[in-house]
């Protein structure tokens, strides 16, 4: 089993910067791909960017060139910089951790979660 815990998230205006912080423990040797996905009221919960295991980043449209992902592997921990917010970024955000070595951006594929960390993005 493998436990992740978000943190970092707070009320920002737009244009702000953030960075939300998640800490892995338990089992982690097991785990490939990291990724931080959100979900907004009323939508579906969205993937935002994905690590793999030597670095390989991708992320979803939506995020490219605003967000980074990055991982310390040393000290288990994930995290995301964004940049330049918008009101539309507002959602809670998860992170989420799996021992795939393709490291998707599809929720399914992801069996270990955070309990989720808001973010709102005031105009």
């Known amino acids: 089993q493998v436990q992740l815990e978000e943190s970092g998230g707070t009320s920002v205006q737009t244009g702000g910067s953030l960075t939300l912080s998640c800490a892995l423990s338990?089992?982690?040797?097991?785990?490939?791909?990291l990724a931080w996905f959100r979900q907004a009221p009323g939508k579906e919960r969205e993937g935002l960017a994905r690590?793999?295991?030597?670095?390989?980043?991708a992320y979803a449209d939506s995020v490219k060139g605003r967000f980074t992902i990055s991982r310390d592997n040393a000290n288990n921990t994930l995290a995301l910089q964004m940049n330049s917010l918008k009101p539309e970024d507002s959602a809670v955000y998860y992170c989420?951790?799996?021992?795939?070595?393709?490291?998707?951006?599809?929720?399914?594929?992801?069996?270990?979660w955070g309990q989720g960390t808001q973010v709102t993005v005031s105009s």
């Open positions: 690590i793999d295991g030597i670095g390989y980043t």
């Open positions: 338990g089992q982690t040797y097991t785990i490939r791909c």
């Open positions: 989420a951790a799996s021992y795939l070595a393709s490291c998707p951006l599809i929720r399914s594929d992801y069996p270990y």
